[in-house]
């Protein structure tokens, strides 16, 4: 059964920092990319962050680029995402997916985890 | 970046009722193109992957066509558990959702 774990979610204050991990299990890791997708209270669903499966390929929402940054460990079954210089409107769920495919691109994305609050206020 | 437009942006209906809900993509985004189910609390769900294929346990009530930029999900009769947030996401480049659609019961 596979399963996908979100932690490191939290309050931190503008311009801080903050480091997401999904933790995997139930499937082959490194042969599938994994995703962040996040979700602003009320709001609908945004795409983040994409990883390739042997971590040579990422890609970034322009609303991230420069300040995330998507890694994973293949020995752990775990991915993570690096979240600097936070904004209030980073405030979200951020939920990991895995996708189909190995490349990031072309697929869907076919387990999501549970999801991890981050709230960005002073 | 390709942006996806989902309508209506909400919808009322009845059990037992055939809903549909079209996605246009502002480019050519040839089949890659999925739904999603999100019920309130909840992680989205896969409904359906490549404009048509059922992911597996999704019942046959739910049906995709499409292709190029014009998308539509129908669902054939209204169940209970159907009431939800439904998302349309290209995965023709990097991955970009639709609004979503809130199905509400009438």
């Known amino acids: 059964e596979v399963q996908l774990l979100e932690s490191g979610g939290g309050l931190v204050q503008p311009g801080g920092s903050l480091r997401l991990s999904c933790a995997a299990s139930?499937?082959?890791?490194?042969?599938?990319?994994m995703n962040w997708v996040r979700q602003a209270p009320g709001k609908g669903l945004e795409w983040v962050s994409t990883?390739?499966?042997?971590?040579?390929?990422?890609y970034y929402a322009d609303s991230v680029k420069g300040r995330f940054t998507i890694s994973r460990d293949n020995s752990k079954n775990t991915f993570y995402l690096q979240m600097n210089s936070l904004r209030a409107e980073d405030t979200a769920v951020y939920y990991c997916?895995?996708?189909?495919?190995?490349?990031?691109?072309?697929?869907?994305?076919?387990?999501w985890g549970q999801g991890t609050l981050v709230s960005v206020s002073s | 970046d390709i942006q996806m437009t989902q309508s209506p942006s909400s919808l009322s209906a009845s059990v037992g009722d055939r809903v549909s809900i079209t996605c246009r993509a502002s480019?050519?985004?040839?089949?890659?193109l999925n739904w999603y189910q999100q019920k309130p609390g909840k992680a989205p769900k896969l409904l359906i992957y490549v404009v048509s294929s059922l992911q597996s346990g999704v019942p046959s009530r739910f049906s995709g066509s499409g292709f190029g930029t014009d998308f539509t999900l129908t669902i054939s009769s209204l169940q209970p558990e159907d009431f939800a947030t439904y998302y349309c996401?290209?995965?023709?480049?990097?991955?970009?959702f639709g609004q979503g659609t809130k199905l509400e019961i009438k």
């Open positions: 480019q050519s985004i040839s089949s890659y």
């Open positions: 139930g499937f082959t890791f490194s042969n599938y990319a």
């Open positions: 990883i390739s499966g042997s971590a040579g390929i990422t």
């Open positions: 996401q290209q995965t023709y480049s990097t991955p970009s």
């Open positions: 997916a895995k996708d189909r495919g190995i490349t990031g691109k072309k697929y869907y994305f076919d387990y």
